[in-house]
């Protein structure tokens, strides 16, 4: 069974920064497609990341610009740096994974969840103004 773990959320200032990390418990699973998702308080997850296999990526408007994801394939961890955080950023973050490269909507690696085997258990982002 695979398990995601993630880490670095916290509670931070608007305009700080953050690092947040996944690792997985097999390795490669991490060097397929990967992804970020957020789910704020009261709302639905939506992927904000998304990391294929070829490197292409793909972010939500609401982070471009401001988060940037990667991968260490030799660590087998997966990352997202935050930058200039706001407080609409404050929710659960979860890391997603699945077997095989990204689907492609409209030649883009594909940001719906039902296209992710493996998820985390998430780690929070609290963003004060």
């Known amino acids: 069974q695979v398990q995601l773990v993630e880490s670095g959320g916290g509670s931070v200032r608007a305009g700080e920064s953050l690092k947040l990390a996944c690792a997985a418990s097999?390795?490669?699973?991490?060097?397929?497609?990967v992804a970020w998702f957020r789910q704020p308080p009261g709302s639905e997850r939506e992927a904000i990341a998304v990391?294929?296999?070829?490197?292409?990526?793909n972010y939500a408007d609401s982070v471009k610009g401001r988060f940037t994801v990667s991968r260490d394939s030799g660590k087998n961890t997966l990352t997202l740096e935050i930058n200039a955080l706001k407080p609409e950023d404050s929710a659960m973050y979860y890391c997603?994974?699945?077997?095989?490269?990204?689907?492609?909507?409209?030649?883009?690696?594909?940001?719906?969840?039902?296209?992710?085997?493996?998820w985390g258990q998430g780690t929070q982002v609290t963003v004060s103004s």
């Open positions: 997603a994974a699945d077997r095989w490269g990204c689907t492609l909507i409209n030649g883009r690696p594909s940001m719906v969840s039902t296209d992710y085997a493996y």
């Open positions: 097999r390795s490669g699973i991490l060097s397929k497609c």
């Open positions: 990391l294929d296999q070829d490197g292409s990526t």
